[in-house]
C-alpha cells in the first residue's frame, strides 16, 4: 500500500520561509510526476509546483519566483521551499505523486496546513 507523508507545515510572519516534505513509501515501482496543490477555505484545490523525474518544472503565476520545487528520485521524497510568504499563501498544502506501484494512479497526501499572519 502506498502512502504519501507529509511534514513541514505550520505558523509563520509575512515575508517568512518554509519547507514542506513529502515522502512516498511502500511499492514503489517509478514516480513521473510529483507536486503540491493547495485548498485555502472556500476555495478549489489549486496548482502550486510540479516537477517531473527529470527535473523539468512548472508553477502557478502568483508563486513564480518565491516557491522552489525539487525532488529526490532515489528518497521518493519531494519538497517545496517557500520563501517570502504572504498571507494569502494561507491554505492546506496537499502532496501529489503520479506513481506507479502495484497499480499505476494519482495519490494524495494528508494535507499541511501552512499559515501566513503576523
Known amino acids: 500500500q502506498v502512502q504519501l507523508v507529509e511534514s513541514g507545515g505550520g505558523l509563520v510572519q509575512p515575508g517568512g520561509s518554509l519547507r514542506l516534505s513529502c515522502a512516498a513509501s511502500?511499492?514503489?515501482?517509478?514516480?513521473?510526476?510529483m507536486g503540491w496543490y493547495r485548498q485555502a477555505p472556500g476555495n478549489e484545490r489549486e496548482l502550486v509546483a510540479v516537477?517531473?523525474?527529470?527535473?523539468?518544472?512548472n508553477y502557478a503565476d502568483s508563486v513564480k519566483g518565491r516557491f522552489t520545487i525539487s525532488r529526490d528520485n532515489a528518497k521518493n521524497t519531494v519538497y517545496l521551499q517557500m520563501n517570502n510568504l504572504k498571507p494569502e499563501d494561507t491554505a492546506v498544502y496537499y502532496c501529489?505523486?503520479?506513481?506507479?506501484?502495484?497499480?499505476?494512479?494519482?495519490?494524495w497526501g494528508q494535507g499541511t496546513q501552512v499559515t501566513v499572519s503576523s
Open positions: 501529489n505523486a503520479d506513481l506507479r506501484g502495484i497499480v499505476h494512479m494519482q495519490y
Open positions: 511502500g511499492t514503489i515501482f517509478s514516480i513521473d510526476v
Open positions: 516537477i517531473t523525474r527529470g527535473g523539468t518544472t
